[in-house]
């Protein structure tokens, strides 16, 4: 695989993203790195970077050209966004940089920073229709999307660096103070008419802000899946955060779990910020993008030779990438797929499910053995773990919950869901157990790994009988899957007998 370093120098943090991949096939992210430079630090006030905050970013981007270049990276792209972009003495900068490290600097514009935030989050976020926004260090940034276009864009100096220094004089925060930064970020977005809910467009947040406060709602609801990425952030529970930050000065912030430490000063003018955002557009709530710019640089340079560097089908690429990346046995998996949506259809009279269950059904079968690249003693648990910490693209925590219970009820035994009751809705423990019924007969009827079982036919009755047409001897299967029948019965509460059709 080749690896690229894709570098993003913010105005709060810098961060540093490594890919392995394989030209419009597969990838993976390998590292991360990221270093709270602040390089905003008391720009506002007087036009210009800052000494202090120049010598931080530069040794940040220093180190981190040094971690590509010995781990062999073969090329990094590397940008400047708001601070570097809009500073009155940006040579003080290249100066320094110049004279620490060769790393070559790119300072994108407010519209190439907007364009790359929407081909990360549309990208990550399988994004149709609605808006996409980035809240950073030193502005703010808002995208719409029709279709998967970007059809507009807006920026404004609404950072939290920048916010924070010129509103908040206060630890807690004062009243006054309070009334200023909110109206500060009320104006902001007073003109931004186009920003309007409705019709099933979505909000969609990226930056360090957004997933802080994520974060933060996710400990205080016990949220049952350690992922930020797809995560649903009310405005309700937006509002009770705020109220948190509100009351606490810098040192009970820093107590508050999900909030860093590092990032306990800024949050409170971030979190006034997305307020008056969702509130302008009439939004009840925003989904939660862990991918952005430096994903969207990266998709740019995977895709290189589409325009715009879209993927067609984010949630259908990235179950095929994790199977590419789990050195699956593509024959087989086809084979257990196709058997598995055979009988999903034929049984439709049975299990009344639809298009969105077969779906998960196909994309479960497709990943069902990605645990054996672990081992393949318990691989069915090997594989669940893998589904929740995979960078599934384009799928809400709940389906990744019965996607990961599929993979893992594929073998045996019926896996509890009490874990994740908050995430699942009336219905999903039956919905589960049915289609992990349908995948474990498609698993058996496959046992060999040499498509013997072609196709089946079922016959609905007060016993299903399920006929397995068939290329050869396949005896072996057919025993197999009658054993392991049994989770079918306790689903469908029917009897089943599964039979050769010649």
Known sequence: MHKIGIIDLGSNTTRL?????????????????????????????????????????????????????????????AVGTSA?????????????????????????????????????????????????????????????????????????????????????????????????????????????????????????????????????????????IDRIHGYVLTRAALATITEQLVRKNRREREQIPGLKADRADVTLAGAVIIEQLMDRGGFSELLVSGQGVREGLFYAHFLQHVDPPLLADPRSFSVLNLARLSDYEATHCAKVAALSLSLFDQLAPLHTMGPWERELLGHAALIHDIGVTVGYYDHHKHGEYLVHNAALLGFSHREIVIIGALVRNHRKGLASLSEYAALLQPGDELRIARLSALLRIAEYLERSKSQVV????????????????????????????????????????????IVSAT
């Open 17 to 77: 993203i490594v890919m392995a991949y394989q030209p419009g096939h597969c990838f993976r992210l390998v590292d991360e790195v990221s270093e709270v430079v602040r390089l905003a630090e008391g720009v506002s006030a007087t036009g210009q970077l800052q000494a202090r905050p120049i010598r931080r970013a530069v040794e940040a981007l220093r180190m981190f050209e040094i971690l590509c270049r010995s781990t062999g990276v073969e090329q990094i792209i």
């Open 454 to 497: 072609r196709d089946v036919c079922v016959e609905l009755g007060a016993t299903v009988r399920i006929h397995a047409a068939t290329e050869g001897d396949a005896a072996v299967e057919i025993w197999d899957a009658n054993r392991r029948s049994g989770l079918f019965r306790k689903a469908f509460d029917r009897e089943v007998e």
């Open 84 to 224: 570097i972009r809009e500073a009155a003495n940006q040579e003080d900068f290249w100066q320094a940089l110049h004279s620490q490290t060769p790393l070559d600097l790119r300072i994108i514009s407010a519209r190439e920073e907007a364009y790359y935030a929407y081909v990360g989050a549309t990208n990550a976020l399988n994004l149709q229709n609605g808006f996409i926004f980035d809240t950073g260090g030193g502005s703010t940034q808002v995208d719409a999307v029709a279709n998967r276009r970007l059809v507009e864009s807006f920026s404004a100096q609404a950072g939290v660096v920048r916010f924070t220094e010129r509103f908040v004089t206060s630890d807690p925060i004062n009243r006054r103070d309070l009334r200023a930064l909110t109206e500060g970020a009320r104006q902001v977005f007073a003109e931004l008419d186009w920003l309007r809910a409705g019709d099933g467009k979505v909000l969609a947040g990226m930056g360090g802000t957004v997933r802080t406060l994520a974060r933060i709602d996710q400990k205080l609801r016990c949220h049952p």
